[in-house]
């Protein structure tokens, strides 16, 4: 019988393992999703894919489970990393959860120039990761950064990680549809899009400048930028990721 529930723990997982719950974890587990003892939970980690458990021990306060097998191995993303500048706070969780669902293996927010907002809550981004990862059946959860200025993300760029940059004012010039043609291929990669206001002229010249960016249209529409990294993630999964 496979666990209708599913729950991401910091807690080693294998064959026979003991994993402690703590307060908030009994509470959704034996509160709202009323399980009681022996019945079946599929967890993760994030490192040792997905085990199925069984409830040993169900309190209002905590609670143990108990792994009984392995039902999936630990699938890793694509090495692509999402630099987004924030946006609205609901915006920017939508944008850390659709990264999640959809492959992303890092998320990073960064202060551009017109950057919207200037602090982020790394905490609450963190957890929207975890929930994706829950509701989407991935064995993974992408890292959410802290917020960096992207001068200084740039100063320090990896020479080997080519950067799809996302560049509205190239609107309607050059699209990343054929990879071969364009002359890319998988390996580090990441995915820039900027804040509602744009990027700014100085920020464009010097990614116009990176030896590692592929300058990118979403096509002829200015999108906003949590659907702008749909799309950019939707492009870069299918031309060069696993889907
Ligand atoms: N204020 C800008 C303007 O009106 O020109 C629009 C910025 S857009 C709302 C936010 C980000 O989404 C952009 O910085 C870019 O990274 C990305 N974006 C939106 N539409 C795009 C397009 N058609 N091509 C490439 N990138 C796009």
């Known amino acids: ?40 939970v599929a967890l993760f980690n994030g490192r040792d894919g997905e085990w199925q458990a069984e409830v040993a021990e169900a309190g209002k306060r905590g609670g143990a489970l108990t792994c009984v097998e392995q039902s999936k191995p630990l699938q890793l993303p694509p090495d692509l990393w999402l630099i987004f500048a924030p946006i609205k706070k609901a915006r920017t969780d939508f944008i850390v959860e659709k990264a999640t669902e959809m492959g992303a293996a890092r998320i990073m927010p960064v202060a551009t120039d017109f950057t919207n907002s200037e602090r982020i809550r790394q905490d609450r981004l963190q957890a929207h990761g975890v929930e994706a990862a829950e509701q989407c059946g991935g064995t993974f959860v992408p890292e959410v950064a802290e917020l960096q200025k992207l001068s200084t993300l740039l100063d320090q760029w990896p020479t080997e990680r080519q950067l799809m940059f996302c560049d509205e004012g190239e609107v309607g010039q050059r699209l990343f549809l054929d990879a071969t043609q364009a002359g890319v291929a998988a390996g580090p990669w990441a995915i820039l899009i900027g804040p509602e206001g744009g990027f700014s002229e100085g920020e464009r010249k010097r990614l116009h400048r990176m030896e590692q960016a592929h300058v990118v ?27």
């Open 1 to 40: 019988m496979s666990a209708k529930v599913r729950l991401y723990v910091d807690h080693p997982l294998g064959a026979g393992q003991t994993v402690p719950l703590d307060r908030d974890q009994a509470h959704y587990l034996f509160g709202v999703m009323r399980l009681e003892t022996g019945a079946r």
């Open 217 to 243: 249209s979403l096509g002829p529409r200015i999108l906003r930028a949590d659907t702008a990294a749909v799309a950019a993630l939707t492009l870069w999964q299918h031309t060069l990721g696993d889907w």
